[in-house]
């Protein structure tokens, strides 16, 4: 493998960029009218243009991205998250254009991309499953009775549901067919695919998944939890690993269940086997994500493992370097996804520019982001600033170095999740552990953001100071002008 295509952008093209320079391979980066400019653009060894804006014209052009590989001389493409990375078709196509996926086999994507064909997979396997139906949903009557089995409330799925969309509570048995109908219509119009499900609702869970890597000589290890029940919107915000809740042998246990699911389905390279913890400590498989996630980086910090670099080499077809026996965790790593969104204003995307913008510094700290100082957050893509991760040597460290990560991290311009983040850290629910995917609902609200305030008043303060020095420039250009015209007179 000597050059990648990295068919994404922002902070996951540049941090994928950076292991690949490590292995001495080359890159190429694809970018949109938007990003002309970025840093990821920048870093890369050369840069092909996808003409427009939209996800759908740039990012998700399969065919002129597979084209672009060809022409740039890349034999391989990873598709980061987000966008192509979890597209079977996409792929395949790769494969059979003679080029290699960074990623599981098409096979194994297509099976485990819904959520319905991943849980027969792995109940085949002994894999623990939230009560629920079986199959995509038919039968109505057959639905109410299931739902009246497992009690309501229950929770009405998407099988191609992703990013925290497509899911519907329902708290009584009166409401189960309207909500059917109006699920499945929505999961039709915004993933191609009306098949919806049934899980019981699990009140007080606790979301936490193991990191599984792979290669294709069928070794299988996993890498340890990571705890992610910090949410809003079903998304994560703060992730940590480990999980401060899992003892040794649920660790292990998670991690053998795991590593069924990937057998199930005959998968290799990077994967995220997700679970939902209930209140007694059983896990129930949620689903897999078949790429490289978000919050890889808390597992990295821990196992001190380049996920990136190993991906490549199980693409490289390379065997592990490594078996189950010899993988050791040191420490605690904490990851705070930083979004130009308002928490004030129920965590709206604030789209603008970085009129200031400096990262934290010192040991132990770790930003990837994929932005500088002036430019702007486009409107068209997931409005991710950041991901601000440290390191500890045990939680409470842990907790005080992101602490004061976030008091040295200025961002002026956009509202940002920072403040939220502190709030998080400190909050004595989140420092003893016990905390559950409803901890923002519960003890979060907007005016306990005291600082608030004072980065409001700074972020207007910052808007009049640009708006001021614009009125300046044209000021010294009308007199430049004046000037130049007195002069000729
Ligand atoms: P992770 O567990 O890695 O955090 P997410 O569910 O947050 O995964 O998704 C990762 C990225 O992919 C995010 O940028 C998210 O917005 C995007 N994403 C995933 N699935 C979808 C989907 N079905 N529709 C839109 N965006 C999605
Ligand atoms: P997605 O593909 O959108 O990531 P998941 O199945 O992974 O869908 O679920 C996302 C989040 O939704 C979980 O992290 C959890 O907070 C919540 N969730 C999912 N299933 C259940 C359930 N059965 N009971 C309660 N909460 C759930
Ligand atoms: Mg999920």
Known sequence: MKKVLIANRGEIALRIMRSVKEMGIRSVAVYSDADRGAPFVQAADEAWHLPGNSSAETYLQQDLIIEIARKSGADAIHPGYGFLSENAQFAEKVEKSGLIFIGPSSQAMRQMGSKLGAKEAARKFQVPLVPGTEGAINDLEEARQIALSIGFPVLIKASAGGGGKGMRIVHEASELESALERASSEARSAFGDGSVFIEKYIGSPKHIEIQILGDQHGNLVYLFERECSVQRRYQKVVEEAPSPVVSEAMRQAMGDAAVRVAQSCGYYNAGTVEFIVDEQRNFYFL??????????????????????????????????????????????????????????????????????????????????????????????????????????????????????????????????????????????????????????????????????????????AARVLQHHIGEQQKQNIQRYQSQDSWKRR
């Open 287 to 460: 689903e897999i994500n078949t790429r490289l996630q978000v919050e890889h980086p808390v597992t990295e910090m821990i196992t001190g493992l380049d996920l990136v670099k190993e991906q490549i080499k199980i693409a490289r077809g390379e065997r592990l370097g490594f078996t189950q026996a010899d993988l050791r965790r040191n420490g605690h790593a904490l990851e705070l996804r930083v979004y130009a969104e308002d928490p004030a204003n129920n965590f709206l995307p604030d789209i603008g520019t970085l009129l200031e913008y400096k990262r934290p510094e010192g040991p132990w700290v770790r930003v990837d982001d994929g932005y500088e100082e002036g430019m702007e957050i486009p409107i068209f893509y997931d409005p991710m600033i950041a991901k601000l991760i440290v390191w500890g040597a045990n939680r409470d460290q842990a907790i005080e170095r992101m602490k004061k990560a976030i008091d040295q991290y200025t961002i002026k311009g956009v509202a940002t999740t920072l403040l939220f983040g502190k709030f998080v850290l400190s909050h004595p629910e989140f420092v003893n552990g016990t905390f559950d995917t409803h901890f923002l609902s519960k003890y979060f609200k907007p005016e306990y953001l005291a600082d608030r305030l004072s980065e409001e008043e700074l972020r207007i």
